[in-house]
């Protein structure tokens, strides 16, 4: 025996000896796990001394900090709980609390002898308490059910009913609850002799998302040596032995199937009744279910239905023949095809009946898949369908797209006048981590707002900076896009004439750096500090530090530059009306420049400019020049492609992360164009990782006239949701949709890109841009077609992801679209040396979209794939694509 095991019986004789007058000793015996000997302090106590104990042990394990992780203190807990508390009420919130872990059974036998030994009855009780409060962590709660199920199984009471317990039943079935000795207990022999199994086996069917629980493997001797779903299998034997109802299993499983659940869920009642294998009986006593499953139900289990449902002999035609035409319009083609095949077999069975039977297969001739609606209108005519009905759906009425009108932008919201508004609205946009596109109305609120009242904003604003979002904390040091810590001090600087000192000087000294004093041609005005970053994003924070240092100035009119619509564009007229209001007052420098890129270009410029010059100020004599030159031209694009840099070491880890090219575009400005803000000069920047953290997504604001400069920005960032398979790259490509002026090639680049991007999101924002831009007639479809195509060819998109959107994009309305940019995607990628994966789903698509639209558009290189010898889906889908083309 060990010196401590000695010491702690000698603890318990004592405490036995002095009539257990103090608790701190037990305490201990709880921390250190000894539950047996809890027992031996326990035994024969005075019960009114137990009630003084389990007065103080309540109190202890609430005032206790540390937890009770550990299988030992918990055990020990409970039994000190069952031993001493007077109720069943009093003992479950201590042992039910979420951080005790217990040894399940042991705690269930050692509480049944202390509560033997106190002559209590209430155990059954306090199992059914626990019950109702099992915990969600599996690891936890099944500890807790082996106690209530062991208490319930010695007391031979009914297991409770509720979702969670039942669960854990199921959870408990492959375990062996400790079983240190002896044959290993299979499934079916617990289940057996499991007195739960009549009062739980009904709730297998009704608790939703159980089947995924019930999908185990049970291993025998070694990992490797394992059976498959042995609880479905240890039902459907039991079953055959009369243990359990078969009818109960049947029924349960289709009335599971029937409510439906999660595909995974579904597994599992499929695979008992494949064990449970109906008779032709069963199968017709509920063929009216089965009929709704092939109809209605996810294809795993509608497949099932229709598998079943064929080997039915004496099948009622009618009833069969109207839930085909439920099934043939499903998008499972699998499903649709074998049962195209089941109504094939059952024509030439029934001769008498084959022109209806054909008439339900030209049902399928309307099909999406195209080669679903061939095989449709090759047997609905066999069978003797009317040319009518057989032609109605093989051809569509030749059209374009069906996209609604572009509606015009939205208009901004009203300014921020109030100092509750101005904290709510921060408040939004720190307890998220990303930018926001209402950041230039906050600003604008904090400004008007500091100028009249300064010391209430700072006390509004500083709570709300103390709870932001901890991405909005200074972590962002190293990172150049990082504008996190610049707004957060803005907001921090709130105060007017109260800022301190410190701070006004840190401002200044920020934005004396901004401005290149001695500028000439070779460089922009705003000093470049880091030629990663792009020149809107160098801009907003020129803007930023602007506002942090001006903050307080008597400018109660707001920002010169804060948008009129939610595109970012800015009315010339209300500009005007915000410069007479300023009067002689000097504009901040780069407000103002920010103000001049949002506006416009149109008829009334020259208009604006006379009554800009009639002000007499230097500000509308700025304005006046801006608009009578035409303001910001559109750069001249180029796309380069950009190769991986050389490793620089034996662990240059990010070199192995990096594509091995990607292509992004250059801009440089019109020959002849000083290009002061350096917004239209940008070099390709080099592969590396690159996020910017959300902010891309304010810059179509800032440059809402040049759709193209802001693609070619952006560009890295979506090319990475590509090749590089990161996440939000593409959230930029649908605000362009709002943005004016050519795309060029920096939209057709960053589409086909947003096309192959890894994640469902980014190719659902590819999939707006697409819409948005066909519908307003500024997408170049064949541009983009052109670019996908090269990509594709070139490794650094894969054409399996691109096929979906372009799918859902034809769906939505754009089926001449989506078959332009194909047609233009296409020669490049049959030519390749090897097809690359998904160009027969491409070529079915195409194929689909010619025939609706009814437009021919030669393909290059098409005939030499169709003519090819063989039968392979390649070969076979580029002949289908060629003889609609032959036809259109």
Known sequence: MSRRHEVTKSMVRRRRELAVEGTSDLFELIKGGSADLIVEALAGLPEGRRREIGSELVAWVKAEKVGWWSVGPGTALTVAAVGCLPSAAQAAPVVNRRSVTLDGARAARLARQVAADRGIGWLGDLAYRMAGKLSQSSWIAVEHWRMIATLLRAEGLPPPAGDRFVELWVVSLPADEHRRSGPRQLVLDRLRTDPFLPALLPRLFEVDGLG???????????????????????????????????????????GRLLRGDRPAALRAFTTLLDQLQPTSAEVAERRADYLRLLADAPAPVASMAQKVLRELPDQPLDELLDTSHEVLLRPDKVLVRAQLAWLDRLARQHRDRAATIAEVIAVAVEHDAVEIRDRATTLATRHGATPAVVAGGAVATPRGDDLPAPTPPAAAPAPITDVDELAEEVAALLGTDRPDGLLDRIIDGLVRLTATDGSRVRVALDPVVDRRHWSWANLYDRDPFGLQEVVVDMFRSAGGADRPVAAKSRWGRLFAALHRPDRSADGPELVVTDPRVPPPHRLLKGRLIEI????????????LATPTSVNGMLDPFVLLDRLAARGDREPWRWDFTQALLRLPTGPDDEAVAGKAAALGTPAGDWLAAWLRTGGLPQPVMRAVTMERRPRTGRNDWVYDQLPLRRVLVELRPPEGYDDRYGLLTADPAPLTHVEYRGWARLWPSILPGHRGAVAAYALPEVAAAADLDLRDGTAVLPLLVDCAGAGGVAVDLALAYGLGARHGADRIATVDALLGLAAGGRLDAAGVGEQLGRLVATGQVKLSRAVEPLRDTATAGAPLTVWRLLAAALPTLLTADKPPRGLPDLLTLAAETATRTGVRIEVPGLADVAGRGGTTRLVTEARRLHRVLIVT
């Not at 942090?548 to 920002?559: A, E, K, M, T, V």
Request: hydrophobic share 40%; net charge negative; with cysteine.
């Open 212 to 254: 995924t629980t019930m999908m185990y493997d049970e291993v025998l001797t070694t990992g490797a040596d394992r059976r498959r779903h042995p609880l479905p299998a240890a039902l459907a034997q039991l079953a055959g032995e009369g243990v359990v109802d078969r009818a109960v299993l049947i029924d349960g499983s289709i």
């Open 548 to 559: 942090g240092h001006r903050l307080g100035d008597s400018c109660q009119h707001g920002l």
